[in-house]
């Protein structure tokens, strides 16, 4: 059997979902699970439902009614017969937010999010779902809260891989036999059944987690680049695709930031053995990049930009040393305020990071460091990572910038850098 990914841009349109279809009924193997992201950009925009109504700022009925009117625009599309029972199913969908935002908000924001925002996943999927069928093959929608299971850290929920694991293996391969599986990436539920997510862009991860329970052929993930890439066209005209690559190269560009893949889908993937096709849902007919347990590396250096960075440059307020104590509490703090550390560089009495420039928390981070620590910041940082670099590819990105902090180990060159003063 196979797993394929579909995510948000794949699906943000009517002719988007028409073509996911094609593809579904054109590369379909005996044993298909297909698990599929919120449509477009729904995600960020339930997210904003969800500020609106948790700190009473602005109308969160109106930015709601948004997401009803794009979903129904698109079934307008799909759909000529308008007493097709999914309209009233995506309307009641939306329902279900309804009457959470008509209370007082009581409970904390992590588990509202986690509420309103999965709605996106169930929504795009009941739509693909509905719309596979109506074209004439057999699906069967799946509710992913019933296999993905996880603790109770809401926004980030941390799976539960032996009870998900049982759940799959048991009850998906039966089902496998008769349909199409269409079902959400992205969610999950805890032992009380109350919805969880996997984190942003986190639909990879859940098709890797069934890929693995279910010891599938392959996974594919659908993207709208041919591939992976030695950079993000984004910040270089001159990419190039890699056809084939490591799971540990894999690993390491995404844990540097290179954001083809969620950095948590590699691993179980990676330790079932399981090879991971990326190809585009724009010109399907190509190969795209595989992923796979090979000693091959990289054919070409490949660049991962991150601007926006803050260097954050802690140090104990006593002058004392850097040293397990501190660090524990120091990686425990941003840990609390869910800040991911990109680089990190340490001497005896001072310990600094570059993170991304979020705003809001990083402001309630250096609050709570500098309880501790005397604290100084840098923003406007960039930072840019090289694997399998030399001086040339070092000196490429260099042009106009200068280095404000560097790590370098055999494979991988980082640079935090910030532009020349003219
Ligand atoms: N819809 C979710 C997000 O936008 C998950 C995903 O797209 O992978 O973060
Ligand atoms: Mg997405």
């Known amino acids: 059997m196979q797993v394929f990914k579909f995510g948000g841009a794949s699906v943000k349109s009517a002719e988007n979902i028409r073509n996911v279809a094609t593809i579904i009924d054109t590369y379909k193997v005996n044993g298909l699970l297909v698990v599929v992201s919120a449509i477009g950009k729904t995600t960020n925009k339930l997210s904003e439902v969800v500020d609106r109504y948790f700190h009473r700022e602005g109308d969160p009925f109106e930015a709601l009614e948004q997401v009803r009117a794009e979903h129904l625009t698109i079934l307008n599309e799909l759909f000529t017969d308008k007493n097709h029972p999914i309209f009233d199913d995506v309307i009641n969908t939306l329902v279900e937010a309804e009457w959470i935002l008509e209370e007082e908000p009581q409970d904390a924001y992590d588990y509202l999010y986690d509420q309103i925002v999965s709605l996106g996943e169930i929504l795009s999927t009941k739509i693909i779902a509905a719309y596979c069928q109506h074209v004439g093959f057999a699906v069967r929608w799946v509710d992913a809260r019933d296999y993905i299971f996880t603790d109770n850290r809401y926004m980030e929920g941390t799976v539960d891989w032996a009870k998900t694991e049982d759940k799959i293996r048991r009850d998906i391969p039966p089902i496998l036999e008769k349909d199409i599986i269409i ?114 590396t990289l054919p070409v250096p490949s660049f991962i930009f991150k601007v926006n960075q803050v260097l954050v440059n802690i140090q104990p307020l006593d002058f004392s040393f850097i040293v397990e104590d501190n660090l524990g509490h120091i990686f425990n703090t941003f840990h609390q305020n869910r800040i991911k550390v990109n680089m990190m560089h340490n001497s005896a009495i001072s310990f600094c990071v570059s993170i991304d420039d979020t705003g809001e928390n990083v402001w309630q981070l250096m609050e709570d460091l500098q309880k501790r620590y005397k604290v100084s910041v840098s923003a406007g940082l960039e930072l840019i990572t090289i694997r399998y670099y030399n001086q040339q590819t070092i000196d490429r990105v260099l042009v106009g910038k200068e280095i404000v902090r560097e790590l370098k180990d055999s494979y991988t060159c980082q640079m935090l850098v910030k532009k020349k003063d003219e």
Do not use: M
């Open 183 to 296: 079902t959400q990436g992205f969610i999950g539920s805890t032992s009380e059944n109350f919805t969880t997510t996997l984190g942003r862009e986190g639909s990879d991860y859940s098709a890797a987690i069934f890929a693995s329970c279910l010891r599938a052929q392959d996974l594919t993930i659908w993207k709208d680049v041919p591939g992976v890439l030695n950079a993000d066209p984004k910040w270089f005209n001159e990419t190039e695709l890699i056809p084939e690559l490591s799971y540990t190269d894999a690993i390491e560009l995404t844990y540097y930031g290179a954001t083809v893949i969620h950095p948590k889908t590699i691993k179980p993937l990676q330790n079932t053995l399981i090879p991971l096709y990326v190809r585009s849902f724009l010109d399907p007919t190509q190969p795209g990049t595989q992923i796979r347990a090979t000693h091959q």
